[in-house]
């Protein structure tokens, strides 16, 4: 079935630095979404992406699809300690017996130094 | 309701005992998930509900887990015999096809 992997699994930073996650699909993707889960909270929806080689941008966040529509990025400059949390990316299968599924990453869980 | 409801929000049980919990999705949304995270740890896929479509069970750890969803709404995750290793945090998710997940707020079983 297809396979959502996530890196890196942990991520320490310094307030002020830069972070990047990257997601690998197994599978041709129709669109990948990313979620942010606060300590103690519920994923929460941050974007979608839908065409080959998007680029979406909220804030200090930037989001990419690649143009293959298998892997995609989210990277966060100038960190700040209310990104702490952990980062995960959903991919939404073309086709195959579960269509319409969506398959969630590992994760990436960040933390920010003050 | 405005967002997707999860009973009951903590739930303690003896090794052996069987368990239900429960989900109610966003009125309309037609897909509904099911996932487990332990700890610090990711979203563990267990079913997936889409509409009128056989569910994908793929993720159900063993033939003691079972789901239903009853009327295209309300979910039910059946644990029986629970085992201290069900311990987690439960998590339903409800979309409108293929749209953004709603998450609910999880239900947390202990299991001793």
């Known amino acids: 079935g297809q396979q959502v992997m996530q890196i890196p699994q942990y991520q320490h930073v310094q307030e002020g630095e830069d972070f990047t996650t990257y997601c690998n699909s197994s599978t041709t993707l129709s669109n990948i979404q990313w979620y942010k889960q606060r300590p103690g909270g519920h994923p929460v929806f941050l974007i979608q992406l839908v065409k080959s080689g998007e680029v979406k941008k909220q804030k200090r966040l930037t989001f990419q699809f690649g143009e293959a529509k298998k892997n995609s990025s989210l990277h966060i400059t100038a960190t700040q300690t209310t990104d702490v949390g952990t980062y995960f990316c959903a991919g939404l299968s073309a086709g195959g017996t579960s269509y319409g599924k969506l398959t969630f990453g590992q994760g990436t869980i960040l933390t920010v130094h003050p | 309701g405005a967002g997707v409801s999860q009973s009951p929000s903590n739930k303690v049980t003896e090794k052996g005992k069987d368990v239900e919990l429960r989900c109610d999705p966003i009125?309309?949304?037609?897909?509904l998930y099911w996932y487990r995270q332990s700890l610090g740890q990711g979203l563990e896929f267990l079913i997936y509900f889409q509409g009128n479509s056989a569910p994908d069970k793929s993720g159900l750890p063993s033939d003691r887990f079972s789901a239903e969803r009853t009327g295209g709404s309300v979910s039910t995750l059946t644990i029986q015999r629970t085992q201290q290793e069900d311990s987690a945090v439960y998590l339903c998710?409800?979309?409108?096809?293929?749209?953004?997940?709603?998450f609910g707020q999880g239900t947390r079983l202990t299991v001793v």
């Open positions: 998710a409800s979309s409108y096809r293929w749209g953004e997940a709603f």
């Open positions: 009125s309309g949304h037609t897909a």
